[in-house]
């Protein structure tokens, strides 16, 4: 009775901790917001991209107002839908506040509204994965992974991260994107198909690059929650019957007798219904994004200067990204071919890593939001941001992620090296392109030793369960 009340006290102790850290990130944005002096982040080129700029969303807003094509003179390439929601707010000011605070709050909601999102699915995760545990007989595992609220450290990860932080305050549209794309995470977690296929629907309206993410979504809905491999459960089924099963083979072909007898445990109802409902609101995203621009430029202008401008990398401004630097050195004639090869990279990548790591969808979804910053046309800190927050889900099964030290700081000076670089080329003409991109390369292999290194851990944790599971009943024979 002693040990429960503890247990619950110490939950509470958690939960109200939580809650004041979640206010004081709040307060922390509000502060930003109302700051004196202009911090001008929403100018800076690792904050606000072509697609997510508020200065060309309220650039386009006014074309739109003016009864001329938003799309006009190549200054917004975002969504007719985004700028009918947000455009409003970029006009109305209030006496005496600051500049666009409409939409510094709608942002910072966004960014709370996420935060629980990725709370809650952070629960969902762990609830399922002490579940498998115990289900493994691995009761001091479960135990201990009890012991961290993955899902509030995931919540206080996204919201306290500077990389967040800089794109609320900065005025990017990025939490809006990451919003939705957290949106259909929750639902799919959750097992609600109408709310995952809308926030996949809407993620990949506005950004392009959340569409990859029916893949795990799938496996969300079929499967459940991330688990170990199923093999697992069967192995430990045939070593209770106290047979080795590494060297066994009638144990192996029990094991293959009784996969046969077990039912089929991916459930294809709530994928026809995600299908189903992602068609029935892609129509209807397409049907107000055709009453939008009916009078300007029509479909062909916006599927032209959104999803085109994307695939292009028409605007070679610099960026955190590594695309801008090398199209603008490449042949015009080699330019077509390049566009494919790195395009092709993201999508070479998701066929093996959905086969690898189809028991784990929600670390999946992590890999491929991580791979889409890092290769994208037109990548900002609100991209990082994101899958950051996502990291936090597996705080337990990364405990023994190799290189966090030299990754952390290794970002943490890329984020502040890159900033003086840029200075130092466009404003004090000391220096050139090259510095800027050489941090922003920096960021590219960082990004890569964060996501490899990710997949190792994880792997090798699957590894130890496997182990523990099929030893632990031989152990206590002996």
Known sequence: ???????????????????????????????????????????????????????????????????????????????????????????????????????????????????????????????????????????????????????????????????????????STSPIENLVVILSLYGACTRLPPLAA?????????????????????????????????????????????????????????????QSKLPITFSWKPVIHFLFWASIWSVYVLVLCGISVKQNGGMLEMFKSTYGFILTVEDLSPNIGVLWYFFAEVFEYFRNFFLIVFHMNILVMILPLAIRLNHRPCFLAFVYVAISSMLKSYPSVGDSALYLGLLGWFVFELADLQFSFFLFWGCV????????????????????????????????????????????????YDRKLRKLSVTKPVDGKS
Request: with cysteine; glycine share 6%; net charge positive.
């Open 1 to 171: 009775m002693e040990t429960k009340k503890e247990e619950k006290k110490s939950k509470i102790k958690q939960t109200s901790s939580f809650w004041v850290w979640v206010t004081a990130s709040v307060i922390f944005r509000l502060i930003l917001i109302y700051f004196p002096k202009n911090l001008n982040f929403s100018s800076r080129p690792e904050v606000a991209t072509p697609v997510t700029s508020i200065r060309r969303l309220a650039e386009g807003y006014w074309l739109k107002q003016s009864s001329m094509s938003p799309y006009a003179g190549s200054m917004y390439h975002g969504s007719p839908l985004l700028l009918s929601l947000i455009g409003p707010l970029t006009v109305n000011r209030i006496e005496g506040q600051p500049n666009h605070l409409l939409c510094s709050l709608l942002f910072l909601l966004a960014d709370v509204v996420s935060a629980m999102l990725i709370r809650a699915t952070g629960q969902t995760l762990q609830m399922s994965s002490c579940l498998s545990l115990k289900s493994l007989d691995l009761v001091e595992l479960s135990k201990s992974s009890e012991m961290l609220s993955s899902g509030d450290i995931a919540a206080l990860v996204y919201l306290w991260n500077p990389f967040t932080i800089v794109a609320c305050v900065g005025l």
């Open 198 to 258: 809308f926030g996949w629907v809407m993620g990949t309206h506005l950004s392009l690059y959340p569409g990859v993410l029916i893949i795990p979504l799938i496996l969300l809905l079929g499967n459940g929650p991330d688990a170990p491999p199923r093999k697992l459960f069967l192995q430990r089924r045939c070593s209770k019957g106290g047979k080795n099963p590494s060297s066994d083979s009638s144990c192996q072909e029990e094991e293959l007798f009784n």
């Open 413 to 460: 000076g890329v984020s502040l090296l890159s900033p003086v670089m840029h200075n130092l080329w466009i404003w004090r003409g000391t220096g050139n392109a090259n510095f800027y991109y050489a941090t922003a390369m920096a960021f590219a292999c960082f990004q890569i030793v964060l996501v490899v290194e990710s997949v190792s851990a994880i792997l090798n």
